[in-house]
């Protein structure tokens, strides 16, 4: 089977910057995009960046400039770098990944179980 773990999430004050890693394990054949979703209460799951396999990336409009996401192959991890933090930021944010398991003929999409991101004063 195939597990992701998010870490980083926490309080942080309006301007403040988190650190948000997802690592993937398991049976692991390869990794193709990963990303972060982000769903605050009242709203739809919505995509705020991903990054493929070649390193290209994408981000919610509302959130470029001031994130970025980076991916460590080695380690099948990656990262959403947070910075200048607002209110309207927070939600629980969800790793996603598709994914090629050993042995397996088609890729299929994991989820990490989100991890809680709140910016206030």
């Known amino acids: 089977q195939v597990q992701l773990v998010e870490s980083g999430g926490g309080l942080v004050q309006p301007g403040g910057s988190l650190r948000l890693s997802c690592a993937a394990s398991?049976?692991?054949?390869?990794?193709?995009?990963m990303g972060w979703y982000r769903q605050a209460p009242g709203k739809e799951r919505e995509l705020v960046a991903v990054i493929t396999s070649g390193d290209t990336t994408n981000y919610a409009d509302s959130v470029k400039g001031r994130f970025t996401i980076s991916r460590d192959n080695a380690k099948n991890t990656v990262y959403l770098q947070m910075n200048t933090l607002k209110p309207e930021d927070t939600a629980v944010y969800y790793c996603?990944?598709?994914?090629?398991?050993?042995?397996?003929?088609?890729?299929?999409?994991?989820w990490g179980q989100g991890t809680q991101v709140t910016v206030s004063s």
């Open positions: 996603h990944a598709n994914i090629r398991r050993l042995l397996a003929t088609r890729d299929y999409d994991y």
């Open positions: 398991g049976s692991i054949f390869s990794i193709n995009a």
